[in-house]
């Protein structure tokens, strides 16, 4: 088991490009989750997926689009990049036991 | 009021130190409750669901006041590897996990 992966890992995007995020789990989680982590600060959540073909916004969802075709999968797409949105990304999944796992982050740089 | 605060640390503590942390939650029927860890630059990790009952882990032990709105973590004998950052975990509704700002430990030699 691969558990959750992540890609790219590090990224850096000019003001106004566009890029996707992945995530992709093998543990046949349900539940998905994109949360992004200011330096010092906790995790905030973008969106966040109870199964395939349904997603739902989070604390902080503006400049973020999320889908959810498959059960492996839930890629996040920022359309116009802004220096906001420099963050640490982190993709997280959740099975019935209600425990989180984390994949290792995406750092994105927004110049 | 933050669903869920923390105290903001850091702690700096010598090694084989016993350390508390405190975390409280504003949603009275949060359901679940949870301690993570996050080494530096890294993914958070689960270290251990919080028991209405409490619970230990070798030197790790938490405990849930429902009442208060009160979740706890304390080490007991403290390692260098136990630095890191303690995040607080709460599920007010459904499979919605609220985190909290974390708390830094350092453990000195």
């Known amino acids: 088991n691969a558990g959750v992966t992540q890609t790219p890992k590090f990224r850096i995007l000019k003001i106004g490009q566009s890029m996707t995020l992945q995530c992709t789990q093998d543990m046949n989680h349900n539940y998905m989750y994109w949360y992004r982590q200011d330096p010092g600060m906790g995790l905030k959540l973008i969106y966040y997926?109870?199964?395939?073909?349904?997603?739902d916004k989070g604390e902080v969802p503006n400049g973020y689009n999320v889908s959810r075709s498959t059960t492996e999968d839930f890629p996040l797409r920022l359309e116009l990049a802004a220096p906001s949105q420099t963050s640490v990304y982190f993709c997280a999944s959740s099975g019935e036991v209600n425990t989180q796992y984390f994949g290792p982050g995406t750092r994105l740089t927004v110049l | 009021r933050k669903e869920v605060e923390q105290d903001p640390g850091p702690f700096n503590v010598p090694e084989g130190a016993t350390v508390a942390f405190n975390c409280t939650y504003s949603n009275s029927a949060s359901q679940s409750f949870f301690w993570y860890r996050q080494d530096c630059r890294k993914e958070p990790k689960l270290l251990m669901s919080?028991?209405?009952s409490g619970n230990e882990d070798g030197r790790f032990t938490a405990q849930l006041n429902r009442a208060s709105q009160y979740i706890s973590l304390l080490i007991r004998d403290s390692k260098l590897s136990d630095s890191a950052t303690y995040l607080c975990?709460?599920?007010?509704?459904?499979?919605?996990?609220?985190f909290g700002p974390g708390t830094r430990l350092s453990v000195l030699p």
């Open positions: 919080v028991y209405s």
């Open positions: 975990v709460v599920t007010p509704y459904g499979q919605n996990f609220v």
């Open positions: 997926s109870v199964g395939a073909g349904i997603t």
